[in-house]
């Protein structure tokens, strides 16, 4: 079976290293484009990238992968894909809208590994929001695409209860790993045209929002689980963090580190702006009493 891949993300590698343990490589990969970054401003490939070229490492010439990563996808480009002649695309955690024409050109169309119950929690943040909001009988899904966001008809689904709330990033790579399995275990189904796809309730559908930086803001006076799962979901990015007086100026402080026991909130790591990461009992005595 040729598919090609379109992801941009860790979640998108943690999708291709499961996919792959399960016997199915892409034949190419579609991200985006090598962005400038750190001091000098050097072009540098994101994670999916730099991931086909380790792979591409350790295969022989016949079974390289390709890699494409245009800046738009014009016409061009879907002509420059019709000649791969995948027999369907998948996408994971790629980060831009498909047109029409890209989703419709192979003959098994394009599928979608969503890590939510779709059609709860669509949109940009669908991980986040289940550890905000404590929803822990969740799961992932593969759809069919069509031209609205994570509006198409489901093809499978598949429960994940999750009994204590792990960092972002553990979260990430289960939902990813399950995805993938599940992806694994109908796309010959699929292919064959045994799998009858499910129309949404459209009814049901809730979104969710892109993350900011100021949603990281805590009230350590406020709900400690609340707090604490806060703390877990944005653990990669923006980090939680609470501000403090610091000589008349307000300073972040990072949470780097917490748990949740007893019905109280622990915290054990933090960054204070502009420092190193501490215990929070250095922290306390260092900072907060000098303060």
Do not use: C
Request: proline share 7%; aromatic share 10%; glycine share 6%.
């Amino acid at each position: 079976m040729n598919f090609i891949f379109f992801g941009s993300s860790q979640f998108s590698i943690y999708v291709l290293d499961e996919l792959a343990l399960l016997g199915f490589t892409p034949t190419a990969i579609v991200t985006t484009p090598d962005k400038p970054r750190g001091r000098k401003l050097i072009l540098t490939p994101n994670v999916v990238k730099s991931w086909v070229i380790q792979q591409n490492h350790v295969r022989p010439i016949q079974q390289k992968i390709k890699v494409y990563d245009p800046a738009k996808i014009d016409p061009a480009f879907i002509e420059t894909l019709k000649n791969d002649s995948a027999d369907v695309f998948i996408v994971a955690s790629y980060g831009k809208i498909l047109p029409k024409m890209l989703i419709e050109l192979p003959p098994h169309k394009t599928l979608n590994i969503h890590p939510s119950l779709l059609p709860q929690y669509r949109g940009a943040s669908p991980l986040q929001a289940a550890i905000l909001n404590d929803t822990k009988s969740t799961g992932v899904t593969i759809m069919r695409i069509d031209e609205e966001m994570d509006h198409g008809p489901i093809v499978a689904q598949k429960d994940v209860v999750v009994t204590e709330w792990p960092s972002y990033e553990s979260f990430e790579e289960m939902m990813a790993r399950e995805g993938a399995k599940l992806l694994a275990s109908i796309l010959p189904e699929w292919v064959a045209h045994k799998i009858l796809e499910k129309e949404q309730d459209h009814a049901q559908a809730t979104y969710t929002k892109k993350t900011k930086k100021e949603d990281g803001l805590i009230d350590l006076s406020g709900d400690p689980y609340a707090n604490f799962r806060k703390i877990q979901a944005y653990h990669q990015w923006p980090q939680a963090y609470f501000l403090i007086d610091k000589d008349g100026v307000p300073m972040r402080v990072k949470i780097t580190e917490a748990s949740f026991t007893n019905g109280t909130l622990v915290i054990e790591k933090v960054i204070p702006e502009g420092g190193k990461e501490m215990s929070y009992k250095d922290f306390q005595s260092g900072y907060l009493n000098k303060k």
